[in-house]
Protein backbone atom coordinates (compact mmCIF):
# COMPACT_ATOMS: atom_id res chain seq x y z
CA UNK A 1 0.00 0.00 0.00
CA UNK A 2 1.57 3.15 -1.03
CA UNK A 3 2.02 5.94 1.87
CA UNK A 4 2.51 9.80 1.47
CA UNK A 5 5.30 11.96 3.34
CA UNK A 6 3.48 15.67 3.65
CA UNK A 7 6.05 18.27 4.48
CA UNK A 8 5.80 21.56 5.60
CA UNK A 9 9.10 23.60 5.84
CA UNK A 10 10.07 27.04 6.96
CA UNK A 11 13.22 28.36 5.61
CA UNK A 12 15.53 29.90 7.41
CA UNK A 13 18.77 29.28 5.73
CA UNK A 14 18.74 29.10 2.34
CA UNK A 15 22.14 28.23 1.35
CA UNK A 16 22.27 24.95 3.76
CA UNK A 17 18.69 23.97 2.61
CA UNK A 18 19.65 24.24 -1.04
CA UNK A 19 22.72 21.76 0.62
CA UNK A 20 20.02 19.42 2.13
CA UNK A 21 17.96 19.80 -1.32
CA UNK A 22 20.91 18.77 -3.26
CA UNK A 23 21.52 15.35 -1.51
CA UNK A 24 18.48 14.26 -0.19
CA UNK A 25 16.91 13.24 -3.81
CA UNK A 26 19.40 9.77 -4.20
CA UNK A 27 18.20 8.88 -0.67
CA UNK A 28 14.32 9.04 -1.14
CA UNK A 29 14.52 6.81 -4.59
CA UNK A 30 17.08 4.22 -2.24
CA UNK A 31 13.75 3.57 0.19
CA UNK A 32 11.38 3.80 -2.97
CA UNK A 33 10.00 7.09 -2.73
CA UNK A 34 9.70 9.64 -4.91
CA UNK A 35 8.15 13.25 -5.04
CA UNK A 36 5.05 14.34 -5.98
CA UNK A 37 5.55 18.04 -5.29
CA UNK A 38 8.81 19.45 -4.35
CA UNK A 39 7.75 23.87 -2.92
CA UNK A 40 5.70 24.33 -5.81
CA UNK A 41 3.08 27.21 -6.37
CA UNK A 42 0.09 26.36 -3.28
CA UNK A 43 -3.21 28.33 -2.45
CA UNK A 44 -5.14 27.41 1.09
CA UNK A 45 -8.59 27.05 -0.01
CA UNK A 46 -10.17 26.30 3.68
CA UNK A 47 -8.84 26.58 7.09
CA UNK A 48 -5.88 29.32 8.71
CA UNK A 49 -2.94 26.87 8.21
CA UNK A 50 -0.81 29.05 5.99
CA UNK A 51 2.61 26.59 5.10
CA UNK A 52 5.81 28.37 3.50
CA UNK A 53 6.73 25.38 1.05
CA UNK A 54 5.05 21.46 1.21
CA UNK A 55 7.37 18.76 -0.38
CA UNK A 56 4.56 15.46 -0.97
CA UNK A 57 6.14 12.57 -1.72
CA UNK A 58 5.01 8.82 -2.00
CA UNK A 59 6.48 6.06 -1.18
CA UNK A 60 6.16 1.99 -1.19
CA UNK A 61 4.72 2.22 2.68
CA UNK A 62 4.79 3.72 5.97
CA UNK A 63 7.93 1.13 6.10
CA UNK A 64 9.33 2.38 3.72
CA UNK A 65 9.22 5.90 4.64
CA UNK A 66 10.34 4.86 8.47
CA UNK A 67 13.80 2.85 6.54
CA UNK A 68 14.61 6.52 4.84
CA UNK A 69 14.21 8.84 8.22
CA UNK A 70 16.35 6.27 10.06
CA UNK A 71 18.90 5.31 7.61
CA UNK A 72 22.14 6.09 9.21
CA UNK A 73 23.24 7.64 5.55
CA UNK A 74 20.03 10.47 6.25
CA UNK A 75 21.24 11.37 9.71
CA UNK A 76 23.66 14.26 8.60
CA UNK A 77 21.61 15.47 6.18
CA UNK A 78 18.62 15.33 8.75
CA UNK A 79 20.83 17.39 10.82
CA UNK A 80 21.42 20.09 8.49
CA UNK A 81 17.96 20.04 7.95
CA UNK A 82 17.57 20.97 11.59
CA UNK A 83 19.94 23.69 11.39
CA UNK A 84 19.09 25.42 8.23
CA UNK A 85 14.72 25.14 8.44
CA UNK A 86 11.57 23.93 10.83
CA UNK A 87 10.12 21.76 9.56
CA UNK A 88 6.63 19.03 10.03
CA UNK A 89 6.36 15.44 8.59
CA UNK A 90 3.46 13.44 8.54
CA UNK A 91 3.23 10.13 7.02
CA UNK A 92 -0.21 8.74 5.61
CA UNK A 93 -1.04 5.14 4.38
CA UNK A 94 -2.59 5.66 1.04
CA UNK A 95 -6.02 3.91 -0.34
CA UNK A 96 -4.04 1.48 -2.81
Same mark, same amino acid.
Given at each position: ??? *? $???? &??? %???? /?????????? /????? =???? *?? /???? #????????? &?????????????? =?????? %???? *???????? =?????? #??????? $??
Amino acid at each position: MSA *Y $LIVS &TDI %HDSE /AYNRYKAAVP /ALIRK =HGGE *YL /ARGG #EMEVFEGSW &TPRRIVLLRFPSLD =HIRAFL %HDPA *YQPWKALR =HDAAKA #ELVGVAG $LD
